[in-house]
């Protein structure tokens, strides 16, 4: 049977680096006051997946120190993270403060400045989720001024993903037209490999069918777009 590729537009989002290397977390060079840039005194409390930074009157920040399980990746976060004054506004209602959104070059009246359907807050801080496990977009190179979508990739009966044939459509998105905020064009495609699942009877090819094995082997469960894609050289027969 003919090799092929499913893709599901589910509201459930992911990533790949091809060939990165391990990085090592770099702490925030300086917290500082969003509306003042004044250097703040503040107390940095570690958890499982992200790290809490804590000042009196201030906001807290929660910026996720795991990118998830299986990746090559360690979030960086913010050179710079901006503590907001408690009760400071926050028009777009995003988790960041205007005065925060000012500092990070993001829009204080859209929660997305960049339209890719994932919030300012999560592409800058990353997002710890409720099983204790986290997702960060930035450590897979986004930025909430570039556009981004994310892929997990899984496949079946020794069929892998072919990197080159990514590359490829890594490469036709980044031609993509439309300009980011950040000045430039295209759009930054990301695949995670979640490597081989076992499935003993043709692939589903419907949605429907599809969706039970997105949700057995998808890792993350995030609040953004993660879609999900099976590489197959096995096919259910479409109904006449």
């Known amino acids: 049977m003919q090799r092929t590729l499913r893709t599901l537009g589910l509201s459930t989002l992911a990533l790949i680096a091809s060939g990165a ?3 090592k977390p770099e702490p925030a060079a300086r917290i500082v006051d969003a509306a003042t840039g004044e ?4 107390q940095t409390i570690p958890s499982r997946s992200e790290r809490v930074i ?15 399980p299986g990746t090559k990746h360690l979030p960086r976060g913010p050179r710079e993270v901006a503590l907001c004054k408690l009760g400071a506004s926050d028009r777009d209602g995003d988790g960041l403060c205007d005065a ?3 500092r ?14 994932i919030s300012d807050r999560i592409e800058i801080y990353g997002e710890a989720l409720p099983d204790g496990s986290a997702f960060s977009p930035e450590a897979y190179g986004a930025s ?8 997990y990739v899984n496949w079946t009966n020794r069929w892998p993903a072919k990197q080159a044939a990514l590359d490829m459509v890594v490469a036709a998105f980044q031609r993509a037209p439309g300009k ?7 759009i930054q495609l990301h695949f995670i490999l979640g490597g081989e699942i076992t499935y003993a009877d043709d692939l589903p090819y419907t949605e429907e069918g599809l969706t039970p094995l997105r949700d057995q082997h998808l890792p993350w469960k995030v609040s953004f777009p993660l879609h999900y894609l099976i590489f197959s050289d096995h096919l259910q027969e479409r109904d006449a």
Do not use: C, K
């Open 21 to 23: 290397t391990l990085q």
């Open 39 to 42: 250097p703040i005194r503040a």
């Open 54 to 68: 804590r000042a009196p009157g201030y906001q807290d920040v929660r910026i996720v120190t795991s990118a998830g």
């Open 100 to 102: 925060a959104e000012q």
């Open 104 to 117: 990070y070059r993001t829009l204080a009246d859209d929660a997305d400045t960049d339209g890719d359907a």
């Open 144 to 151: 909430p001024g570039h556009r981004d979508i994310f892929v």
């Open 180 to 186: 980011n905020p950040d000045g430039t064009t295209g």
